[in-house]
């Protein structure tokens, strides 16, 4: 079993930037994928972005150029940087783990952007 700890999040003004972390409990394979997905009120929880242990990245067309996901694999740790946020980002911020088919989540991190 894995647990992941998300922190980061928070309130900032539109344009302002956050940067969230998701620490994994243990090592993580290196087949692993990892990421980030968001939920707001009353929408369908979505992709913003994945990585690979290779460093393979993939984003969600609304943050493309905004947000940057990275990963320590000596530290299992994910890590998103947010720039230039919107209102419309705001949501709560879920790491995501995917393993030998398997999903794990983190508790979330609310990010509020204030206009």
């Known amino acids: 079993q894995v647990q992941l700890v998300e922190s980061g999040g928070g309130l900032v003004q539109a344009g302002g930037s956050l940067r969230l972390s998701c620490a994994a409990s243990?090592?993580?394979?290196?087949?692993?994928?990892m990421g980030w997905f968001r939920q707001a009120p009353g929408k369908r929880r979505e992709l913003v972005a994945t990585?690979?242990?290779?460093?393979?990245?993939n984003y969600e067309d609304s943050v493309k150029g905004r947000f940057t996901i990275s990963r320590d694999n000596a530290k299992n740790t994910v890590y998103l940087q947010m720039n230039s946020l919107k209102p419309e980002d705001t949501a709560v911020y879920y790491c995501?783990?995917?393993?030998?088919?398997?999903?794990?989540w983190g508790q979330g991190t609310q990010v509020t952007v204030s206009s």
């Open positions: 995501n783990l995917y393993l030998l088919g398997k999903d794990y």
């Open positions: 243990r090592s993580i394979p290196s087949i692993s994928r």
């Open positions: 990585i690979t242990s290779s460093g393979s990245t």
